[in-house]
């Protein structure tokens, strides 16, 4: 027995070993947890992002597929292809869960090395006819969410295919000075977009002196005088005055770990304790300048993805930088076609449902849209006289369209949506459904098919959505116009830096990215007051900023004390209170109608309250207008929608010692009042019998 647990031990401690020097990527990490495949003949693709010191040479795939038990196994079957090839065919077999093990190799690389295609495609069968085939419901595949690639680590050679270009998509730190400066703020802004752009999650922002010993693979930002001489050192490319640099360190450095191995010890396999050194690769892109001006060269170039996905070096010196390259901000947006979205055309045939889908924001417009016009320009082959064929339009999983297709094989039609019906993160669905005439189905399985003009269909917004007041359904899209400033307080600057990536990533993220805002101070916004007129403002501030008094037509003033009332049963369900992390954000009209956003955070960690309400406001929200957020660092969030005449808000600070005396003791004051009632009623009671009793003797 002992012998055998010693064997069992052996094998966990070895696959850790193993895993030690492989990367799994699920595919439920991917997001894509069970994918049905359902229909006669259907597929499913995956795009896999490849880090470029992944050895894809000797790494592997494993598939788990459920097959509906309601298949004839020996005539359905499943077909996988990576980069467009197949390289794997069955029919299914009696498993319940089957497995697929695949071995993968560079050959299976996209062109641009980044990405493994991977396409899963069926054919089911449930009996021998397929017309009763065609709309059954239980013929579907689904491929697991546990499924997953095995990727070796390169244990030689890191960094053969490693430079700018590509280096953003491995990283997931950005470390910044101790006293940062507004180019610095910037600077992190912008590589956090980027970073968020390449889809890297839980991004750090961290201070120069609060760097893990766990993290080898970061950003740095910062002038040359402000990086500390040991990383300076690493830099060895020296830019002049005036220049500009990016410049990507690469070494493999010496790691020592505690490591657990099995040793002999009286004839017996036990565990023992080592510390062990094993090498590990280590990445930093500098973002840095010979002096200001060539600093903010480097921040600027950040913003301008055309150039970093062009370096294919390890150092990039800047001379020149400017972003008249992109289309200005006031690009009337307001007709987008569907290649324009990301579609692309495809040609599809066969019977039942051809379903193609399309994605689109609302801040893909020029402005928050209220009514939509869908156009849908398409091509199919003629029906015969008793075929009957549909094309379907899907916003969002409802049926919003339908019209019965005929003879011409020609496809033009249109539906229009108002702001009730389209969120801000949209999900639209072209469906052609086709069903031969009773008696010639199995002869009509390759006659029907349809393609949809990317290029003349498309999305048109018919009209602005206008209200009184700002909401944060209308954000980003409210600072598509005009130029925006984003401000900051100095004390609170360090902590805000996570907070304006997520704001710099929300107003590019969209399909012409090219809102490039100037940083300020809060100090010198207060001395230059006509600014709040002329700009749209972000301002990240602490709640005693006296630039807050210059938001009159602000929600809330966040430099008092408030609470905030439930309107149905009148219960408090949130106060000001600084023993708690919060942040709060809310979005108004300034006094020249231009978009004013203000955040700020109480607390201990206001670097992550600041996050939390950047986030938050960013979320797919309900099409009802809130315009103040509060958020939690534990991921609990409120929405209100607040006026200067709701009831719902109360300033608790702006009341006198005396209402606020009455305020936390009148219970008490009432219950002695009616204590002293009571008394003095028994009293003279007690009095009244007295008399009583003299009287009667």
Avoid at 2 to 12: G, P, Q, R
Avoid at 451 to 474: A, G, H, M
Wanted: aromatic share 12%; charged share 20%; net charge neutral.
């Amino acid at each position: 027995m002992n012998k055998l647990l010693s064997l069992l031990f052996f094998i966990v401690l070895f696959g850790k070993a193993a895993s030690a020097q492989q990367t799994i990527v699920t595919f439920k990490s991917l997001g894509r947890d069970d994918d049905a495949i359902t229909g006669m003949s259907g597929s499913s693709a995956y795009y896999i992002k490849i880090d470029p010191f992944m050895e894809v040479n000797g790494s592997k795939m494993v598939l788990f597929f459920e097959p509906s038990q309601a298949l004839i196994k020996d005539k359905s079957y499943i077909n996988v292809l990576i980069n467009d090839k197949p390289v794997y065919s069955a029919h299914l077999t009696g498993d319940s869960i089957q497995k697929v093990v695949l071995g993968l190799s560079r050959a299976d690389l996209s062109p641009d090395r980044r990405y493994i295609k991977i396409q899963i495609r069926t054919l089911l069968t449930i009996t021998d006819d397929k017309c009763r085939d065609l709309d059954n419901p239980a013929m579907w595949l689904k491929v697991k969410g546990n499924s997953y690639l095995a990727l070796n680590r390169s244990s030689t050679n890191f960094f053969n295919n490693v430079n700018i270009s590509n280096s953003f998509d491995s990283k997931s730190a950005i470390v910044y000075p101790v006293n940062p400066t507004l180019h610095d703020l910037k600077a992190v802004a912008w590589a956090y977009a980027r970073l968020k752009k390449s889809d890297v999650k839980n991004i750090q922002v961290i201070q120069a002196d609060h760097i893990p010993d766990s993290i080898h693979n970061y950003i740095m930002v910062g002038s040359m005088g402000q990086i500390n001489p040991d990383k300076r050192n690493l830099i060895k490319v020296n830019p002049s005055s005036g220049q500009g640099l990016f410049y990507l360190h690469k070494a493999v450095i010496s790691v020592t770990d505690t490591v657990t191995n099995l040793i002999t010890m009286n004839g017996q396999m036990v565990p023992a304790r080592s510390v062990q050194t094993h090498q590990i690769p280590e990445e930093i892109l500098f973002v840095t300048g010979g002096d200001e001006p060539g600093y903010e060269k480097t921040i600027t170039a950040l913003g301008n993805m055309n150039i970093l996905n062009s370096t294919f070096g390890d150092y990039l010196l800047i001379n020149n930088a400017a972003n008249n390259f992109f289309k200005t901000i006031d690009e009337n947006r307001s007709k987008l076609t569907l290649r324009q979205l990301g579609g692309l055309t495809n040609f599809a045939s066969g019977v039942g449902s051809l379903k193609t889908v399309y994605n689109f924001k609302n801040s893909d417009f020029s402005f928050t849209p209220k009514e939509v016009e869908i156009r849908f320009v398409a091509n199919y082959s003629a029906l015969n006289l008793n075929d009957r064929g549909y094309f379907n339009i899907y916003l969002n999983g409802m049926l919003i369209s339908s019209e019965k297709l005929d003879a011409s094989g020609k496809l033009n039609t249109a539906v229009t949506i108002n702001r009730y019906q389209h969120h801000k993160y949209n999900t639209l669905v072209a469906e052609f459904r086709f069903h031969p005439t009773t008696g010639n189905c199995a002869n009509s399985f390759t006659n029907f098919f349809a393609e949809i003009d990317v290029d003349k269909s498309y999305l048109e917004s018919k009209n602005p959505f206008i209200t009184n007041d700002l909401s944060f359904y209308q954000y980003p899209e409210a600072f598509n116009s005009g130029t925006t400033k984003i401000v900051v307080s100095r004390d609170y600057a360090k902590y805000a830096a996570g907070a304006m990536g997520e704001i710099i990533y929300e107003l590019n993220n969209n399909i012409n990215a090219n809102n490039f805002p100037e940083f300020v101070y809060s100090e010198d916004l207060k001395n230059n007051k006509g600014d709040l007129k002329k700009y749209n403002i972000v301002a990240l501030l602490s709640r005693n900023d006296p630039l807050i008094e210059e938001f009159p037509d602000a929600p809330i003033k966040f430099d008092h004390d408030f609470r905030l009332y439930n309107n149905n049963n009148n219960e408090v369900v949130y106060t000001v209170s600084d023993s708690v992390s919060n942040g709060l954000a809310q979005i108004f009209y300034g006094r020249s109608n231009n978009a004013c956003l203000v955040l700020t955070a109480t607390g201990k960690n206001l670097s992550n309250a600041f996050l939390a309400a950047s986030r938050s406001i960013t979320e797919q929200l309900s099409t009802l207008s809130s315009n103040v957020c509060i958020a939690d660092v534990n991921n609990n969030k409120y929405l209100f929608n607040i006026s200067k005449s709701s009831e719902n808000l109360e300033y608790v600070d702006t009341k006198s010692a005396l209402s606020r005396f009455w305020e936390n003791y009148n219970l008490f004051i009432l219950l002695g009042i009616l204590i002293l009632i009571l008394a003095s009623f028994l009293y003279v009671r007690f009095k009244v019998q007295k008399s009583q009793e003299i009287i009667n003797e």
